[in-house]
C-alpha cells in the first residue's frame, strides 16, 4: 500500500493543504522581502552619499537578489531531484507540487 498515494485525499488533506501554503509562502515572500530589504539598504547608502557604503550596500544587493533567485527555485529543484530519483513517478508526491 501506498501511504503516500493517501496523504492526498485522506485524512491529511489539511497537513498537506497547509504544507502547500508554507512551501508557497517560501517561495515568493522571501525573495520578495530579500529583494525589498536589500533595496532599503541601498537607499539608506546613497542618502549617507558614502562612496564606500554605497558599494558595499550595492554587492549585498546583488547578492540578496542570487539569494531571493535560488530561494525561488529551490521547489522546482526539489521537484527535479525527486523526478529523477522516482524515475518520474511523482505520485506519492505530486499532490505537494500542484
Given at each position: 500500500?501506498?501511504?503516500?498515494?493517501?496523504?492526498?485525499?485522506?485524512?491529511?488533506?489539511?497537513?498537506?493543504?497547509?504544507?502547500?501554503?508554507?512551501?508557497?509562502?517560501?517561495?515568493?515572500?522571501?525573495?520578495?522581502?530579500?529583494?525589498?530589504?536589500?533595496?532599503?539598504?541601498?537607499?539608506?547608502?546613497?542618502?549617507?552619499?558614502?562612496?564606500?557604503?554605497?558599494?558595499?550596500?550595492?554587492?549585498?544587493?546583488?547578492?540578496?537578489?542570487?539569494?531571493?533567485?535560488?530561494?525561488?527555485?529551490?521547489v522546482l529543484i526539489v521537484k527535479l531531484v525527486f523526478g529523477q530519483a522516482l524515475g518520474q513517478d511523482l505520485s506519492g508526491i505530486s499532490?505537494?507540487?500542484?
Amino acid at each position: 500500500m501506498n501511504y503516500l498515494v493517501d496523504l492526498c485525499n485522506g485524512e491529511f488533506k489539511l497537513v498537506v493543504d497547509i504544507v502547500k501554503f508554507i512551501i508557497a509562502l517560501i517561495q515568493y515572500a522571501v525573495p520578495i522581502a530579500i529583494i525589498i530589504l536589500g533595496s532599503i539598504d541601498l537607499f539608506k547608502a546613497v542618502v549617507a552619499s558614502k562612496e564606500d557604503e554605497i558599494k558595499t550596500a550595492q554587492k549585498l544587493l546583488i547578492k540578496r537578489v542570487i539569494y531571493g533567485v535560488v530561494v525561488f527555485f529551490v521547489v522546482l529543484i526539489v521537484k527535479l531531484v525527486f523526478g529523477q530519483a522516482l524515475g518520474q513517478d511523482l505520485s506519492g508526491i505530486s499532490c505537494f507540487f500542484d
